[in-house]
């Protein structure tokens, strides 16, 4: 009799390169983002209450390869995961790529599996090869099948159908496989999850999620201690809005759906009592889409008395903040979320499809100024195509103008099977610097386009570059009074990702010396000095943004 398919290993995939992982080990905990894998949690919940001779073992490659790096030991993926097969033995592997941050890795872990397991089940999930699998040439062919969007529903009937129990699979696009009896098993349809709290709860307990914090953090919860035990959790799937640069809407779908603030607390109780999670962080794309939900889950929490905060690191859409909602969530634990700005011109919202117009920009941002409980940063984009020099000086202008705590600024990349992707692949833009990856009728190459800055990007990034320097730095609003503190605990925490920013040093001298800690002050003066002295890049920097180092 066939053997069946029930022993699963589910491999995340890290989205850092071995050169990362092998050579920058002396650099410690802060420097690495360590999100446990949600993806996973859900799919291994939804496999085991399907398919009750199911067995299941994550590998976190991601955080495997950290826990190496930081032990100095030599990261190697092949290893670890030949390792994990011997032990495990499993019928079929499943990978995880969401970013395209992720492909290389997952790339070169699917090819050693095929190559030396020929019987093995290969299968990937995730946003990024939701988006690549249509494309030609996609660097699929190391898998069975890929399966696409959200997959509660379709990777337990994919088993179902290795396993001849099923005859019909949704959301599972054969790849380079024997495994399929009839094409006509494998509709074109997906099956969306339109009552969110249907889902069993996430399999938290399926990686050692209580310590992960104690190898990185995540990026959202600077606002928070470094020993706080740290996880997230997803309450929304969907975004009401359609930004032409965003994979939300083509991998979910459309409308928000939302899990009730009872199942919310749910989550966060177990969260919380047995897993001993102090911080969580929600990466829900469109959390404040009802704001009697969020208000609701803000006065449960209120009413727990829990030693907990939370934070919004994926972003709030401004449009829907006002000043009771920011007082239930200050008061209920939020101590940070993002908030997705992107452009500072309003025709240059229109093109990007952003819901967000000066006039509530006007409206929206002087409320955050009231509620400074919460550290705001702004995020925005520069280099959209056929973005001109003009718009581009408005959105430093608005980065420049708010009271946000930071800014984040990023070039624009289009991620694949978004709108902006799709019409750069049908040449609907004039801009040159898009041109690298651009050709009439063959697939929009991403990964080599990300990989090629042309003159005119590194002129945009070179300029972003600078504009942060000024904006976050130079003219730092809370080191120039708002939030001395805060400042100081942001330049902290940049000197720890790179030791020699002569700007953060200067930064922190001056934030010591309004708190007058005159031993810092000497520290980060000479820290400055001795950066400036031995660089003429941190020289050039200082004089051209005419910041002067306090030395
Ligand atoms: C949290 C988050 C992060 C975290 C890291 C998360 C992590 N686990 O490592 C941080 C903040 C570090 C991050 C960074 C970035 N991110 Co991000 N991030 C997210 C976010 C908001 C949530 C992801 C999540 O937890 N979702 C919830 C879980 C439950 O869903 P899921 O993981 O998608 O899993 C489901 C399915 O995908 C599927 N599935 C997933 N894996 C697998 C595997 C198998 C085998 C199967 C069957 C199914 C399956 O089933 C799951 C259940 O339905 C998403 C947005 C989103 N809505 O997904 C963006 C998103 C993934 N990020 C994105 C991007 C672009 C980035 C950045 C490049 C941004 C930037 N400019 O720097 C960086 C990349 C990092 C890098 N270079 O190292 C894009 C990816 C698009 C793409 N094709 O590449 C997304 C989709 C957002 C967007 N705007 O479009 N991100
Ligand atoms: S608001 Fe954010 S999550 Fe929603 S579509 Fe726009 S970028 Fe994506």
Redesign the pocket.
């Known amino acids: 009799m066939k053997k069946k398919v029930s022993k699963i290993l ?1 491999i995340n995939t890290p ?2 390169t071995l050169k990362q992982l092998n050579e920058y080990s002396e650099r410690s905990k802060y420097y690495w ?1 360590v ?6 949690m ?2 291994s919940a939804a496999v085991k209450n399907e398919i009750d001779y199911s067995e299941i073992k994550v590998l976190d490659l ?1 955080i495997e390869s950290i826990k190496k790096s930081q032990k100095n030991q030599t990261v190697d993926w092949l290893e670890m995961t030949e390792d994990c097969m011997k032990s495990f033995e499993p019928d079929m592997v ?8 992720s492909f290389e890795s997952a790339q070169c872990v699917g090819k050693f599996l095929r190559k030396n397991y020929p019987d093995l089940v290969i ?6 090869v ?2 690549i699998v249509k494309e030609k040439n996609n660097g699929l062919e190391f898998n069975d099948f890929v ?1 696409i ?4 529903k ?2 337990p009937q994919l088993i179902k159908y290795l396993n001849e129990e099923t005859d019909l699979v949704n959301g599972v696009i054969p790849i380079k496989t024997n495994k399929v009896r009839k094409d006509e098993h494998f509709t074109k349809d997906t099956d969306t999850i339109e009552h969110v709290d249907e889902l069993p709860i996430p399999d938290y307990g399926i990686v050692d999620i209580k310590n992960y914090y104690k190898h990185g953090i995540l ?2 919860a600077q606002t928070v201690a470094y020993d706080t035990p740290l996880a ?1 959790m ?1 309450t929304v799937r969907g975004c009401t809005a359609r930004c032409t ?4 809407r083509n ?2 779908g459309f409308g928000v759906r939302t899990h009730s603030p009872e199942r919310v607390l749910k989550e966060i109780e177990i969260l919380y009592d047995k897993f001993g999670i102090r911080h969580i962080d929600f ?1 829900d ?1 469109d959390f404040t889409v009802s704001r009697s939900r969020v208000i609701e889950i803000c006065k449960m929490l209120i009413e727990k008395k829990y030693n907990l905060t939370w934070s919004i ?2 972003g709030i859409r401004l449009g829907t903040l006002d000043d009771e909602l920011l007082t239930y969530m200050a008061d209920s634990g939020c101590t940070y979320f993002s908030l997705g700005i992107e452009s500072g011109d309003d025709k240059m919202l229109k093109e990007m499809k952003k819901p967000l117009t000066l006039k509530i920009l006007n409206q929206k941002a002087p409320l955050l100024e009231k509620h400074s409980r919460i550290y705001y940063r702004a995020n925005f984009i520069t280099g959209y195509p056929d973005e001109t020099p003009e718009q581009l000086n408005r959105t430093f202008e608005c980065a420049k103008n708010f009271s946000w705590d930071w800014c984040l600024f ?1 070039l624009c ?1 289009p ?2 099977d ?1 709108e902006l992707y799709n019409k750069l692949l049908e040449n609907k833009f004039e801009d040159t610097k898009f041109s690298g990856g651009k050709k009439k009728n063959e697939a929009y190459n991403f990964q080599e386009h990300a990989g090629i800055v042309a003159d005119e990007e590194r002129k945009i990034f070179e300029l972003t570059y600078d504009k942060n320097l000024e904006i976050n730095f130079k003219l730092n609003k809370n080191l120039q009074g708002r939030h001395i503190k805060r400042a100081i605990s942001d330049f902290e925490r940049v000197t720890k990702l790179s030791e020699s920013h002569a700007f953060a040093w200067n930064c922190l001298a001056i934030g010591y010396e309004k708190m007058q800690l005159q031993e810092k002050v000497k520290f980060a003066k000479n820290k400055t000095k001795e950066i400036v002295n031995n660089s003429s890049y941190w020289r050039n920097k200082f004089e051209r943004l005419e910041f002067k180092p306090i030395y």
Do not use: W
């Open positions: 589910l989205r850092l983002e999100y446990p894998p949600l993806g996973f859900y799919i991601h499943a990978i995880s790529v969401m970013f395209g941050a299968a990937s999930g995730g946003v990024h939701t988006g399966i969007k959200e997959s509660e379709h990777f990026s959202a997230t997803q640069f965003c994979s939300v991998f979910n990466v794309d690191g994926n990023s990349k991620l694949p978004t």
